[in-house]
Each structure stands twice: as structure tokens, then as C-alpha cells.
């Protein structure tokens, strides 16, 4: 619902009492319905110098090259219970929400709600949560609540992340830059070198992408999907695009780069995996061939020798195959603050022989 800019003026001048209460002549008693109650002389008196400035209206600073958001502690001039009495004609509904670990809210909508009860709930819902000291408010919206969006955005909420059933959005409420965790800054992917015994390398060709028709072999790359582990990804990963069936060795090295898919940073762990099975299908849709090609033959290829990453996942490949070389194996730890297990990815070998340990290094 679009609003008007308002401005709370003073009233003691005969002139302006005078324009005022001619103005207020011309207004009707009730306000035409999806129009929205009247700010001119909604009462209590909105204080002087708080003005509504639509969606996004919100203050940005920047800071570090990133757009930081300053809220001010009022974002709407309608006094909340003049606007719980002309959207919904009693108490004001109250929104579904749970408090986050960090002293914020995130009110979780399930069930459709009218846009304007909604508009009412909320700015009742942030004038109590900003006398309560909160600071952080995220609202999480289905997408078939989407109708709810524009209210949200008019109270001053932005923007935050969006995935495949729901769109996050987010609202600061103290008079301070805001210190909300930014959305997810990186994709992670990995790259798989494998070799037989024969010092063979599993090498793929692409059917899309910039090396598509270029008859250039690589290795099988792909991209972790949402809460999986690198080395299960990487595994999965071989065997979807040659059907090769593998053993998760080490991660041998990692590249970060940034301004990639959708201007995200990228994290791409290069990784060692032993072949347990060796006849090769290829995946239909997205690879053009699959072999084991000769090492040598491999790194002769015109694209390896201009291409640095390639050669050095040759490099250390070489390396860790020859056993000169030591990469970061998967470890399964606990932690203090949850029930679930995560990796921890180390040089085993070297904090093995540093803490004087018998133990011993998985080698290709």
C-alpha cells in the first residue's frame, strides 16, 4: 500500500492552526476503503521531523565497499491503534514468530493473511518489539504468501535471501547500523583426481559450458549440494559423471575466487579419490565422453599447459600419488553446541608425526 510523504508539523501560528482546520473540513470522516487511515490528523501528534519515504525507505551507508542499512526508530507516521481499529476493527492479530539466539524475532507465516491485517499486525508487532529492546526482525514469507511482500517493504523490512519455496526478509530496528549476518557469500565445489594403476587419470569431456566441442579432457568437476560434506560430494560427483565408483582420500588443495555465478565468491576444493571400480558409464545429459587417458597424455593437452589450476591439480596429484605429498583428511568431530557431527579436514600425517603418534597415512 503506497503512502503519501507526511511530515509533522507545529500548530501554533494562528496562520497554520487555521489552513489546518480548513484542510481537515475538506477530508472525509471516514477514509475511502484500501486508502488507509488519514496521517494529517491522526492523533496522538506523530513527533516533528519523522518522515515516511515508501519502500526502501531506509538510510544506507557504506561501509567497506558493502551497503549497510541505518533504520530510523520510526519507519510509519500511523499510530498502531488507529490502524488496528480501521484495518480489523478490534485487537490487532498477532504474528506467528520465535525468538533467534541473538536477541531478534523471525516471524514465520504459514496460514494466508489479508495485506492489510497483516500491515496492521506488524506495525503493532515492531512498536512492542522496539520498546522490548529488539533489534532484528526477519520475516519468513512462503511463496505463496507472496501478496504479503509489499507491506513488509513499506515498513522499511529489505530484502535478504530468497531460495526455491521462500523469500527472508529482514528489518533493523534501533537507530544503528545494522550488524545482520549477511546472506550466504560462497558456492563450494570440488574437482576429483583419480588414477589407476596403470597411471591412468579419469578425464571427462563436456557437452556444455566454454569447453564444450573443444575435444579437451578434464577432470570431473561439480558443484556440493546444500548440506553435503566435500568429500561425499566429490564422490558423488564421479560417479553420476562416469560412473566410476571411489574412495574419498584426501583434499589436496582449495582455490577461492570471487564475482562468479550471480557475483558469489567460489571455494573449489581440488580432491584424491581411489578407484574401486573401473568400467566407465558416462552421464548422458551433461558429458560428451569419459576415459582414462595416460597421465602424460593428459598434461600434453594445449588447455593444461595454458590453464594454471589444471596443472597444478596435476601437480599435487603427482605429488600425493608418489607419496611426497600430504592433503587434508576428513576427521568426524563433535561439538559443545549441537547433537550433530561435522568434518574437520587436516594434515593427519604431519600431526601424527608432531605428536610423536603411531598412526598411519591412507596413501593412493
Same mark, same amino acid.
Given at each position: 500500500m503506497?503512502? $503519501?510523504l507526511?511530515i $509533522? &508539523?507545529p500548530?501554533?501560528?494562528?496562520?497554520l492552526?487555521?489552513?489546518?482546520?480548513?484542510?481537515?473540513s &475538506?477530508?472525509?470522516?471516514?477514509?475511502?476503503?484500501?486508502?488507509?487511515?488519514?496521517?494529517?490528523?491522526?492523533?496522538?501528534?506523530?513527533?516533528p521531523?519523522?518522515?515516511?519515504l515508501?519502500?526502501?525507505?531506509?538510510g544506507?551507508?557504506?561501509?567497506g565497499g558493502v551497503?549497510?542499512?541505518?533504520?530510523?526508530?520510526?519507519?510509519? &507516521?500511523?499510530?498502531?491503534?488507529?490502524?488496528?481499529?480501521a484495518?480489523? !476493527?478490534?485487537d490487532?492479530e498477532?504474528?506467528?514468530?520465535v525468538?533467534?539466539?541473538?536477541?531478534? %524475532?523471525?516471524?514465520? /507465516?504459514?496460514a494466508? /493473511?489479508?495485506?492489510q491485517?497483516?500491515s496492521?499486525s506488524?506495525?503493532?508487532?515492531?512498536?512492542?518489539?522496539?520498546?522490548?529492546?529488539?533489534?532484528?526482525v526477519?520475516?519468513?514469507?512462503?511463496i505463496?504468501?507472496?501478496?504479503?511482500i509489499?507491506s513488509?517493504v513499506?515498513?522499511?523490512f529489505?530484502?535478504?535471501?530468497?531460495?526455491?519455496?521462500?523469500l527472508?526478509?529482514a528489518?533493523?530496528?534501533?537507530?544503528t547500523t545494522?550488524t &545482520?549476518?549477511?546472506?550466504?557469500?560462497?558456492? =563450494?565445489?570440488?574437482?576429483?583426481? =583419480? /588414477?589407476?594403476?596403470?597411471r591412468?587419470?579419469? *578425464?571427462?569431456?563436456?557437452?556444455?559450458g566454454?569447453?564444450?566441442?573443444l575435444g579437451?579432457w578434464k577432470?570431473?568437476?561439480?558443484?556440493?549440494?546444500p548440506?553435503?560434506?566435500?568429500?561425499?560430494g566429490a564422490?558423488?560427483e564421479v560417479k553420476?559423471? @562416469?560412473?566410476?565408483?571411489?574412495?574419498?582420500?584426501e =583434499?589436496?588443495a582449495?582455490?577461492? $575466487?570471487? #564475482?562468479?555465478y550471480?557475483?558469489? $565468491?567460489?571455494?573449489f576444493?581440488?580432491c584424491?579419490?581411489?578407484?574401486?571400480?573401473f568400467?566407465? @558409464? #558416462?552421464?548422458?545429459?551433461?558429458?560428451?565422453? *569419459?576415459?582414462?587417458?595416460?597421465v602424460?597424455?593428459f598434461?600434453a593437452?594445449?588447455?593444461v599447459?595454458?590453464?594454471?589450476?589444471?596443472?597444478?591439480?596435476?601437480d %599435487? !596429484?603427482l605429488?600425493? =600419488?608418489?607419496?611426497?605429498?600430504?592433503?587434508?583428511?576428513?576427521i568426524?568431530?563433535?561439538?559443545?553446541?549441537?547433537? #550433530?557431527?561435522?568434518f574437520?579436514?587436516m594434515?593427519?600425517?604431519?600431526?601424527?608425526?608432531?605428536?610423536?603418534?603411531?598412526?598411519?597415512q591412507?596413501?593412493c
Amino acid at each position: 500500500m503506497a503512502h $503519501s510523504l507526511s511530515i $509533522s &508539523l507545529p500548530t501554533r501560528t494562528p496562520l497554520l492552526r487555521r489552513l489546518l482546520l480548513r484542510h481537515r473540513s &475538506l477530508i472525509p470522516s471516514a477514509a475511502p476503503a484500501g486508502l488507509g487511515p488519514c496521517y494529517c490528523c491522526s492523533s496522538p501528534a506523530t513527533p516533528p521531523g519523522r518522515i515516511f519515504l515508501g519502500p526502501g525507505g531506509a538510510g544506507r551507508r557504506q561501509r567497506g565497499g558493502v551497503g549497510s542499512r541505518t533504520m530510523s526508530t520510526s519507519m510509519n &507516521l500511523t499510530p498502531v491503534a488507529e490502524s488496528a481499529t480501521a484495518k480489523t !476493527g478490534g485487537d490487532v492479530e498477532q504474528l506467528p514468530f520465535v525468538n533467534d539466539k541473538h536477541g531478534g %524475532v523471525i516471524i514465520e /507465516m504459514t496460514a494466508p /493473511m489479508d495485506p492489510q491485517v497483516f500491515s496492521s499486525s506488524l506495525k503493532s508487532a515492531l512498536s512492542k518489539w522496539r520498546e522490548q529492546g529488539i533489534r532484528g526482525v526477519w520475516i519468513k514469507l512462503p511463496i505463496n504468501l507472496a501478496n504479503l511482500i509489499q507491506s513488509a517493504v513499506e515498513e522499511g523490512f529489505w530484502y535478504h535471501h530468497a531460495e526455491e519455496t521462500y523469500l527472508m526478509l529482514a528489518y533493523w530496528l534501533p537507530n544503528t547500523t545494522h550488524t &545482520l549476518p549477511v546472506n550466504a557469500t560462497h558456492r =563450494v565445489g570440488v574437482g576429483a583426481f =583419480v /588414477m589407476n594403476d596403470k597411471r591412468e587419470v579419469l *578425464a571427462v569431456q563436456e557437452k556444455s559450458g566454454v569447453l564444450r566441442g573443444l575435444g579437451v579432457w578434464k577432470f570431473p568437476t561439480g558443484v556440493v549440494e546444500p548440506g553435503e560434506d566435500i568429500n561425499i560430494g566429490a564422490v558423488r560427483e564421479v560417479k553420476e559423471e @562416469t560412473g566410476i565408483d571411489t574412495e574419498f582420500i584426501e =583434499v589436496l588443495a582449495f582455490r577461492q $575466487s570471487h #564475482k562468479a555465478y550471480f557475483d558469489k $565468491s567460489d571455494l573449489f576444493f581440488v580432491c584424491i579419490l581411489r578407484p574401486l571400480s573401473f568400467d566407465i @558409464t #558416462k552421464q548422458e545429459s551433461e558429458i560428451e565422453d *569419459a576415459q582414462w587417458i595416460p597421465v602424460e597424455e593428459f598434461a600434453a593437452q594445449p588447455f593444461v599447459q595454458k590453464h594454471e589450476l589444471v596443472k597444478y591439480i596435476l601437480d %599435487v !596429484g603427482l605429488a600425493k =600419488v608418489d607419496k611426497e605429498y600430504a592433503g587434508f583428511s576428513p576427521i568426524l568431530i563433535k561439538s559443545a553446541f549441537t547433537d #550433530k557431527k561435522s568434518f574437520f579436514y587436516m594434515n593427519r600425517r604431519d600431526l601424527d608425526k608432531a605428536s610423536g603418534s603411531n598412526g598411519t597415512q591412507q596413501n593412493c
